[in-house]
């Protein structure tokens, strides 16, 4: 039987449609359901853009808000070296050609390189890799070289944030704010210690874009949620700080010592208001500062104190009712204990009949050693701690030294007697500091503090632990020690150098050696002034360190420091006049 | 439906002169009309025969009586266009939206980019406030200005007038903190003016410094060949290029 031929051909033809239909279908399956995800997937990794959203590194700010430390967003400067070539500029009435030589140019103008060295930046990438896509040309320039260079237009340069730090006050409070490294990372300082307050959490997002590189509306996933860093509010005032600062600075320049360091501390709070280092740091420029010169010294150093010891021990002689402002010794020059300790006087002098109250003024360790004799060394020792000098601060600051005290089952003969005047045993200026406040502040000690509170993005205050308090001493004996420290200044030769007309003020000089690192004690001195004012009702505590002065007379080089300071206390604090006369303790017998 | 149609039309039908009234009368209204009662009732309605004598001048008129079902029935096409139009205004309104959507993509981007470039205006002024502003700058200021520090604090008692303290003039001297350089530094100030100082003058007592210190790094920079960019064919003024063609 003979086929109708169309019916044949239609036969062929629909079975070729059927067959074509199939495949087709199968091929939909196979992309619309078998690899749907992974299509799906790759169609989105094509259009998203990941991106770092940068959290905001937390400010720190002084006591009134003033902005110590702020986060700033800087550009790092990219090449493309493989596509650094000729490009077309459009100008108002042509197009310039524009060499990669001139662009250099450009470029170095804006950013302070010169033209060879980024033209080699390039040259040398390409060296590597002559396929090179990327390279720094200057890493963390500010927004206004930045807006300045992106209107060059040079299509092979390009930029990428970079979040940076920056210190508006330059140096002041520098060695105690300390840095952060390139990373971003706390390096030194409160920036370091309480990272976790400032600290931030940078975001991470995807979102797609269209041709036009125009964020699609409503694509942008969060993975990780940015998240900015708290506010970090110091006790400094910094424009004490900056005086304190200055006023040691020149000190230190005047008489060629190696270090300064200078704190003001409220007496009735134990915060800190100042504490000043020298040489200063700037953390803005953190390379211009030699390593070591990069911490705070008050805080990390640890410096045996010499005669500030000396009210320490009296405090702890009179609450232990062993003896009165009014005890009498003799003091020769030289005297050799019977345990074989020998301890002379800083100046050649006769035997001479003092009292407690003229051995604090005289400055005699021979008479501190007999008199502080008179309380068993575990006693004294126990006293040293509860004056903090074996424990750090309340403040927070990284690598805080906690002094060097040895127990007093560790003293030796001559160890026995030089701890009683602030030798063979080491302390930080805070640690002083903090001692002193004990004593004005009716004996019972604060720890020092440096951190008023941490306010976090969303508010919530978080105020730093502070330890307890500890009564060290009764505030009739913490009274008594002021009034032998005001006698210091009233019966002693300091007076004019460091009295304020119309105000009391209560202090102890301090001339110490320090060890040599081998066995012995070097030829220079830490000289200090440490205070108290107004001595009637005292409010701040006065810190004065400097060390290695070159000069003979090493006494004269604190005590215009310690004026200037008390000084500005003075009229920034609004401190009244002081009421009523200094006692006045016999000095003699 | 349609061959029962069909079958009433093939028979012949005399109609009056009625021609002129519409055909889709009612078939009940007509015989009405003519005073005669129907003679067939039903769906299907003819014209009712008038007398033949009268029908002189009559022509056969045969026409589609829509059914009651098709009456009911036609509304559906107005349904229909409804319909229709609702898709045709759902997809309008849709596509509208989509373009509002997409603009409105444009103008958030337009808009997040003058955020940034706020942001960016706000953080430089900010830091040239908070560096200005800084205890050193200040001082610095001040000092230019011709004062200084007096450091003997004096207080008046308002309520009788007591004087607390011991005035004392300050000298010229007397009172300077920040010195000329300041011994706190602050490389943010690098190159800002006293309000004494012409800006010219600082500047070149900035490049001053500047020179001086790249004197002290690279004592031998001087030696060093400086032409090793090739000199472009464009001049260069203040760093940019000046274009010679107008």
Avoid at chain 1, 549 to 577: D, S
């Amino acid at each position: 039987m003979r086929k109708n031929p169309i019916t044949f051909r239609a036969t062929i033809v629909l079975a070729f449609v059927v067959f074509m239909v199939g495949v087709f279908v199968l091929r939909l399956i196979d992309i619309q359901v078998i690899q749907a995800a992974a299509l799906t997937q790759e169609s989105v990794d094509k259009r998203s853009i990941p991106t770092t959203v940068y959290s905001k590194r937390g400010q720190i700010t002084d006591k009134n808000g003033i902005v110590l430390a702020d986060s700033v967003m800087r550009y790092n400067v990219t090449v493309s070296p493989k596509n650094a070539k000729d490009f077309l500029r459009q100008t108002d009435r042509s197009e310039v050609t524009i060499t990669p030589q001139q662009a250099a140019i450009e470029i170095g103008t804006l950013t302070g390189q010169k033209p060879e060295d980024i033209l080699k930046i390039i040259a040398d990438a390409l060296a590597d890799n002559p396929k090179s896509d990327f390279a720094y040309i200057k890493k963390a320039v500010d927004v206004d070289t930045f807006r300045a260079l992106n209107a060059l237009e040079i299509p092979w340069l390009f930029y990428e944030q970079a979040p940076g730090r920056t210190y508006p006050n330059g140096a002041v409070a520098g060695n105690l704010l300390g840095f952060v490294g390139a990373d971003g990372s706390a390096q030194a300082g409160v920036e370091s210690g309480w990272d976790s307050c400032v600290a931030g959490v940078n975001g991470e997002e995807m979102y797609q874009r269209g041709a036009d590189g125009v964020r699609i509306p409503g694509s942008t996933i969060t993975s990780v949620k940015s998240e900015n860093g708290g506010t970090l509010k110091l006790t400094i005032d910094s424009d004490l700080q900056w005086f304190v600062q200055q006023s040691l600075a020149k000190q230190v320049d005047k008489f060629s010592a190696e270090w300064g360091i200078a704190v003001v501390q409220e007496a009735k709070t134990g915060k800190l208001l100042a504490v000043a280092d020298y040489p200063s740091l700037d953390p803005n420029n953190v390379d211009a500062t030699q390593d070591t010169n990069r911490g705070s010294r008050a805080f990390m150093s640890p410096y045996e104190p010499g005669s500030t010891m000396k009210p320490i021990t009296a405090s702890m002689l009179i609450n232990a009712g062993v003896a009165t402002p009014e005890t009498q010794v003799w003091d020769p020059y030289y005297m050799k204990f019977p345990n074989g300790a020998e301890i002379t006087d800083a100046v050649m002098h006769g035997t001479l009949p003092l009292t407690l109250t003229g051995v604090i003024e005289q400055s005699s360790n021979v008479g501190m050693s007999q008199l502080g004799d008179t309380l068993p060394a575990d006693q004294r020792y126990d006293y040293m701690l509860k004056f903090g000098l074996s424990s750090v601060s309340a403040s927070g600051y990284p690598a805080e030294s906690a002094g060097i005290l040895a127990s007093s089952d560790a003293w030796d003969n001559q160890t026995h007697y030089t701890v009683t005047f602030g030798q063979g045993v080491a302390t930080t200026a805070i640690q002083m500091s903090s001692a002193y406040q004990a004593i004005a502040n009716n004996g019972k000690l604060i720890p020092a503090t440096l951190v008023e509170s941490c306010t976090m993005p969303d508010g919530t205050v978080i105020k730093p632990d502070v330890p307890d308090t500890t009564q060290v001493i009764t505030p009739e004996s913490a009274r008594t020690v002021i009034g032998m420290m005001e006698n210091f200044v009233t019966q002693g030769w300091i007076t004019k150098e460091v009295t304020v007309p119309g105000y009391r003020v209560a202090m102890k000089t301090g001339t110490a050696q320090q060890p040599d690192g081998a066995g012995g004690y070097k030829a220079e001195y830490v000289v200090s002034n440490m205070g108290m004012i107004p001595a009637d009702d005292p409010q701040y505590i006065i810190t004065v360190v400097i060390a290695e002065p070159k000069i003979k007379l090493t006494a004269i080089v604190c005590p215009p420091v310690f004026k200037a300071i008390e000084q500005q206390v003075i009229k920034r604090y609004r401190i009244k006049p002081s009421q009523g006369e200094a006692p006045v303790f016999p000095i003699r017998f | 439906m349609s061959s029962l149609n069909a079958s009433r039309i093939s028979r012949p039908q005399v109609r009056p002169q009625m021609g002129s009234k519409p055909a889709a009368r009612s078939a009940t209204s007509a015989p009405q009309r003519a005073g005669i009662a129907p003679t067939i009732q039903g769906n299907l309605a003819l014209k009712a025969r008038t007398s033949l004598n009268k029908a002189t001048a009559w022509r056969p008129s045969i026409q589609v009586v829509a059914t009651r079902a098709q009456r009911k029935a036609r509304p559906k096409v107005f349904y229909a266009i409804i319909t229709v139009g609702v898709i045709f205004g759902i997809i309008i309104s849709n596509l509208l939206l989509s373009v509002a959507v997409a603009s409105g993509a444009y103008e958030i981007s337009a808009m997040q980019q003058s955020n940034k470039e706020l942001g960016r205006s706000y953080q430089t002024m900010n830091q040239d406030l908070d560096r200005l502003s800084s205890p050193q700058n200040l001082a610095a200021n001040a000092e230019a200005l011709g004062m200084v520090n007096n450091s003997t604090p004096v207080y008046l008692r308002l309520s009788d007038g007591a004087v607390l303290g011991t005035p004392e003039p300050a000298s010229a001297t007397s009172g300077l903190i920040a010195g000329a350089e300041g011994a706190v530094p602050n490389s943010l100030l690098t190159g800002v003016t006293l309000v004494t100082q012409k800006e010219s003058e600082a500047k070149a007592a900035a490049a001053k410094k500047a020179a001086a210190e790249a004197a002290k790094i690279a004592p031998g920079a001087d030696s060093a060949p400086a032409a090793a960019v090739p000199a472009g064919p464009v001049a260069l003024t203040n760093g940019l290029p000046g274009v010679a063609t107008r």
